[in-house]
């Protein structure tokens, strides 16, 4: 997962990443407002919330019609501040869904290609083996089939499931 303040301060390199990997590039200009949304939303809660402390601290010298007055007014602002939790909690939700989207950068090295066959095989390394019979996949060779439960995985898991 990235890090949005990296983003905010590095919008261009996220929207090339976006681009070098063909997504849309409005998703960093939509993450970093999406942030900016979510922190003056936070901004916001904080001073009802500071507020708030500081009439707690000040009621206990207070009397009579006074204290009252300045407890319903108080009873407002915990009003506001319910709201303003819920609106941050779903800016937040919303922030993080963007996030989730973006990829991480990728090392200027990799390729760019749409398709594994897009991109070149630059090494290889050691001998290609060489069998005198057609190579089975995993999934049939005995000792896989020996060690896992593949029917009872797909139960518990869904598809791709297995025990071992």
Request: proline content about 2%; overall charge neutral; hydrophobic content about 35%.
């Amino acid at each position: 997962m990235i890090s949005v303040n990296h983003l905010v301060e590095n919008t261009e390199l996220y929207k090339a990443e976006l681009k070098k990997r063909y997504m849309d590039i409005s998703l960093a200009e939509q993450t970093k407002q999406a942030y900016s949304l979510w922190k003056q939303q936070q901004q916001d809660l904080d001073n009802f919330r500071q507020q708030k402390n500081q009439f707690n601290s000040a009621v206990i010298k207070m009397s009579g019609e006074e204290k009252s007055a300045k407890i319903a007014e108080m009873k407002v602002v915990s009003a506001k501040i319910k709201q303003h939790e819920q609106v941050v909690r779903e800016a937040r939700e919303s922030l993080d869904d963007l996030v989730a989207i973006i990829p991480n950068l990728s090392w200027q090295g990799v390729p760019e290609g749409k398709t594994d066959a897009d991109n070149p095989v630059r090494n290889t390394w050691g001998d290609k083996l060489q069998f005198e019979f057609k190579a089975k996949p995993y999934w049939e060779l005995e000792v896989y089939k020996k060690y896992t439960a593949q029917e009872e995985g797909v139960k518990a898991m869904g598809a791709r499931g297995y025990y071992l």
